[in-house]
């Protein structure tokens, strides 16, 4: 069967994604919980979650160093529901304090289909206003200095260029590198231009963090154009996410690719009450959420023109 974002997509082409590819978050979570937080415990947390949430998802998005294996071991995975595999390290690089984006290719689509991925996800922390002719706050220059931001676009370029080589959606994420003196209008900016210029590389599908409110997302979808673009959690409570999709949703997203906003809790609990949570609290959450923006957004093929 070709690859496809309908894979990972609802009849109606709007992404209801469960995200549970954390790796450093999540064992950061599990400590500060006072949890158990070795790799069987973070691969335990991934099955149960998955197992609990799936089959109200279009698609679950994790990691093949925890996740994969032990979901496909546990046949965690709801039917019919496609796979989307993180494809970047975790952890990744850095450079004077500032993440390093690279893509490597022994983790492209080949790659995420030989771990049972219908679509690669790629995450890159940057700052878009380092990029060359851009007025935002020089980095150190020791080592020659190296322009992150331009290495970022060239990654992201590459996992596009190889995913649509190989006939495979390519899912790009994008996080702003925030610094304390950054106010909400700033943040702001940084989160359209951001979109803005992975959105001209012509991914797939676009990941894409809350811009501050429904202006930000109507100005999302207008430097997007003919790439869809869907809502990350960012670790918020439900409410504040329903109330952010909703919104986004009207503005011309279509759809979200969450995960704590629905498991979250979890993480202080273990065994049977976990799996009870998520069964019932877990579920209710994205169930409801689902109902909630039905009819609303807009469907990929629709933006992409398909």
Same mark, same amino acid.
């Given at each position: 069967?070709?690859?496809?974002?309908?894979?990972?997509?609802?009849? #109606?082409?709007?992404?209801?994604?469960?995200?549970?590819? @954390?790796?450093? #978050?999540?064992?950061?979570?599990?400590?500060?919980?006072?949890?158990?937080?070795?790799?069987?415990?973070?691969?335990?947390?991934?099955?149960?979650?998955?197992?609990?949430?799936?089959?109200?998802?279009?698609?679950?998005? #994790?990691?093949?160093?925890?996740?994969?294996?032990?979901?496909?071991?546990?046949?965690?995975?709801?039917?019919?529901?496609?796979?989307?595999?993180?494809?970047?390290?975790?952890?990744?690089?850095?450079?004077?304090?500032?993440?390093?984006?690279?893509?490597?290719?022994?983790?492209?689509?080949?790659?995420?289909?030989?771990?049972?991925?219908?679509?690669?996800?790629?995450?890159?922390?940057?700052?878009?206003? @380092?990029?060359?002719? @851009?007025?935002?706050?020089?980095?150190?220059?020791?080592?020659?200095?190296?322009?992150?931001? @331009?290495?970022?676009?060239?990654?992201?370029?590459?996992?596009?260029?190889?995913?649509?080589?190989?006939?495979?959606?390519?899912?790009?994420?994008?996080?702003?590198?925030?610094?304390?003196?950054?106010?909400?209008?700033?943040?702001?900016?940084?989160?359209?231009?951001?979109?803005?210029?992975?959105?001209?590389?012509?991914?797939?599908?676009?990941?894409?963090?809350?811009?501050?409110?429904?202006?930000?997302?109507?100005?999302?979808?207008?430097?997007?154009?003919?790439?869809?673009?869907?809502?990350?959690?960012?670790?918020?409570?439900?409410?504040?996410?329903?109330?952010?999709?909703?919104?986004?949703?009207?503005?011309?997203?279509?759809?979200?690719?969450?995960?704590?906003?629905?498991?979250?809790?979890?993480?202080?609990? #273990?065994?049977?009450?976990?799996?009870?949570?998520?069964?019932?609290?877990?579920?209710?959450?994205?169930?409801?959420?689902?109902?909630?923006?039905?009819?609303?957004?807009?469907?990929?093929?629709?933006?992409?023109?398909?």
């Amino acid at each position: 069967m070709p690859f496809s974002l309908d894979q990972i997509a609802s009849d #109606t082409g709007r992404f209801a994604i469960l995200a549970m590819d @954390q790796r450093g #978050t999540l064992r950061k979570m599990l400590n500060k919980a006072g949890q158990p937080a070795g790799d069987a415990d973070m691969s335990s947390f991934k099955v149960d979650v998955i197992g609990a949430l799936s089959s109200a998802a279009t698609g679950v998005l #994790t990691d093949v160093e925890y996740g994969v294996a032990a979901v496909r071991a546990a046949n965690a995975l709801a039917p019919g529901v496609g796979l989307l595999i993180a494809s970047e390290w975790s952890p990744q690089r850095e450079y004077h304090g500032e993440v390093v984006n690279e893509y490597d290719p022994a983790r492209g689509p080949w790659f995420v289909a030989d771990h049972g991925g219908v679509a690669l996800k790629f995450l890159v922390r940057w700052r878009p206003d @380092q990029l060359p002719g @851009q007025s935002g706050p020089r980095r150190p220059s020791g080592d020659g200095g190296r322009n992150l931001a @331009q290495e970022t676009v060239d990654a992201v370029r590459a996992a596009v260029d190889a995913c649509r080589a190989y006939g495979m959606p390519s899912v790009i994420e994008p996080l702003v590198a925030r610094r304390p003196e950054d106010d909400p209008a700033l943040v702001k900016q940084l989160v359209i231009r951001s979109a803005e210029v992975l959105a001209g590389l012509g991914p797939d599908l676009l990941k894409l963090e809350w811009p501050g409110d429904a202006d930000g997302c109507e100005r999302l979808t207008k430097v997007c154009g003919r790439v869809p673009w869907a809502l990350l959690s960012s670790g918020v409570t439900y409410q504040s996410f329903v109330d952010r999709v909703l919104v986004a949703m009207d503005a011309g997203a279509s759809g979200y690719i969450a995960g704590r906003a629905f498991w979250g809790e979890a993480v202080e609990l #273990t065994g049977a009450e976990r799996r009870r949570f998520l069964r019932t609290t877990g579920l209710e959450r994205i169930t409801a959420l689902n109902a909630a923006v039905a009819g609303r957004g807009r469907s990929w093929r629709e933006v992409a023109g398909r």
